[in-house]
């Protein structure tokens, strides 16, 4: 039988749990509408109480940052088995679970909230743009890129930011076929700079030869070919 009394957090564990209750939150609606009193409603402990654990609501919103782009980062992260498009499709349908779980904080974020410019925050919005490079670079085998694949690869990476900033403003293409097209984008985007040079012509070569009929590569080609005809 329950006595009704709670259980007296620990410090790192309200630090967690306020970081959990102001991401929820941040994750809702932009950070700058969000107060430091609903953040502790939401908590059940008073706004003093916040601000005993953090100075206030900025330092709140970079330890959820954190929080949110290690969570993001470990998205981009995907098993070396099977065709590169399928994985590619898969790290951005986890991309976009992300987006979508997370669509005002992500705006903000990426459009400018109230930690942005923030050394801390860029720090981590580059540290998982750097996860994510890097992950893109393993999936092709690749240890140190070549200027242009390197261009490309970086390229892509903002046009999946900016593809899902403008899917959430209004969300009029189904999600789906953003997924698929970012794929396509890259496929794209490596082929034009193949043309430009030996060493990247050799990469595409390499990333199309096990890539079946029916995966998202094969079904760019035969979009274009069919536009061809």
């Not at 330092?59 to 940052?65: D, G």
């Not at 070396?80 to 987006?99: I, S, T």
């Not at 992950?135 to 490309?152: D, F, K, W």
């Not at 593809?163 to 082929?191: C, K, M, N, S, Y």
Request: aromatic content about 6%; glycine content about 8%.
């Amino acid at each position: 039988m329950s006595t009704g009394v709670r259980r007296r957090l620990g410090v790192e564990e309200r630090r967690q749990q306020l970081i959990g209750v102001a991401l929820e939150l941040f994750s809702r609606r932009s950070p700058d509408e969000v107060s430091i009193d609903e953040i502790a409603s939401a908590a059940g402990i008073s706004r003093p109480l916040v601000y005993h654990y953090f100075p206030g609501k900025l330092s709140l919103y970079e330890a959820a940052l954190k929080r949110a782009s290690e969570d993001l980062a470990g998205r981009f992260s995907e098993p070396h088995e099977g065709p590169l498009g399928a994985r590619l499709l898969r790290v951005m349908r986890r991309f976009f679970d992300f987006v979508d779980e997370h669509g005002p904080g992500f705006a903000a974020l990426m459009r400018g909230g109230p930690a942005v410019g923030s050394s801390a925050t860029n720090a981590l919005i580059d540290s998982v743009r750097q996860v994510a490079y890097e992950q893109i670079l393993s999936h092709l085998g690749v240890t140190e890129a070549p200027a242009r694949l390197e261009l490309v690869v970086r390229s892509w990476i903002s046009l999946a930011e900016s593809t899902a900033l403008i899917w959430l403003d209004g969300r009029r293409i189904p999600r789906g076929e953003l997924e698929v097209q970012l794929v396509h984008d890259f496929a794209a985007l490596t082929a034009v700079s193949a043309a430009y040079d030996e060493e990247l012509s050799a990469l595409v070569k390499r990333m199309v030869e096990d890539e079946p009929t029916d995966g998202p590569f094969a079904d760019l080609a035969a979009r274009l070919v069919a536009l061809a005809g």
